[in-house]
């Protein structure tokens, strides 16, 4: 039976360059704005049914928090993405390098 080699976190991308870095780093980014975006959906649906309670302006207050969700589920379409773009790049150029 094969021993089975492990691989520190540091080896992990031992073969990339600069562009690599950079592409990693940006990556990082949007996966954190990615991430980010659950947490404020739970702040607006916290808002939208606050609004049921007190809001005299019932059809208003749920327009704007239409909007909100609107805007905040394009921008987390684009950072997804993004996201996901650039780190199937980064795992392409790193499988490259690996079978050269």
């Not at 606050?50 to 805007?71: C, E, R």
Request: glycine fraction near 8%; charge should be positive.
């Amino acid at each position: 039976m094969p021993v089975k080699r492990y691989v520190a976190f540091s080896e992990l991308f031992r073969y990339a360059d600069t562009k690599d870095w950079i592409f990693i780093i940006i990556a990082a980014i949007f996966s954190c704005g990615s991430g980010a975006s659950f947490p404020i959906f739970a702040v607006i649906s916290g808002d939208m049914i606050d609004k049921f309670n007190g809001s005299p302006d019932l059809v208003g207050a749920a327009a704007h928090n239409l909007y909100l969700y609107l805007g905040l589920g394009a921008a987390s379409m684009v950072v997804g993405f993004i996201m996901f773009s650039l780190w199937t790049i980064i795992g392409e150029r790193q499988a490259i390098k690996l079978r050269k």
